[in-house]
């Protein structure tokens, strides 16, 4: 079996500049590329796993978002998409939740296709939803501190169940 880490993007990976949708203002959190290449290089597989409601309220559309995700690429530094699947979530807060996290529909879906073992794989995000999705897909979550503060810290929630919680993703990484 695989393992594997889902990424929460904005406020994990890059700034969080709320609605982010123009590539000229992706900003890499430092040590950001170096944390995934350790990551790769301890066998880990990366899937990004983002909630990007603003195309669900219509302030900006899918190929914004993939705009920004290129850019994101390629401030990264690597040779190619270091994600093995990308979900990108564009339902707004109001609509039926499918992949909208904390629906942990993309995660489910990853373990089987990929089989990835549950027990070795990492939801990481910057908000409650970002490791809510993971504890309901059985893996494991951890949070981290690197986002905007928009949600209060989730600490009952992190306390329930056990997350661990790092300064970013840098500080996940150096523990894995």
Sequence with gaps: ?????????DGTLVVDT???????????IPGVAEALSIARDAGYLL???TNQSGIGRGYYLME???ACNREM????????????????????PDEMEIYRK??????????EKHDLDPDS?????????????GVRAGI?????????????????????????????????VAQL
Excluded at 1 to 9: P, S, T, W, Y
Excluded at 19 to 28: A, G, R, S
């Design 1 to 9: 079996m695989n393992k594997a880490l889902f990424l929460d993007r």
């Design 18 to 28: 709320h609605y982010l949708h123009n590539p000229e203002d992706v900003q890499l």
């Design 47 to 49: 899937f990004l796993f």
């Design 64 to 66: 914004d978002v993939l």
């Design 73 to 92: 690429i390629h401030q990264l530094g690597f040779k190619e998409d270091p994600f093995l699947e990308t979900c990108i979530a564009p339902e707004s």
């Design 102 to 111: 904390p629906s942990p529909k993309f995660l489910l879906e990853m373990l």
């Design 121 to 133: 794989s990492w939801m990481v995000g910057d908000k409650l939803c970002d490791v809510e999705a």
């Design 140 to 172: 494991r979550s951890a949070y981290v501190l690197s986002g905007k503060d928009l949600d209060v810290k989730p600490q009952k929630f992190i306390e329930k169940n056990a997350i661990p919680v790092f300064e970013d993703l840098t500080g996940f």
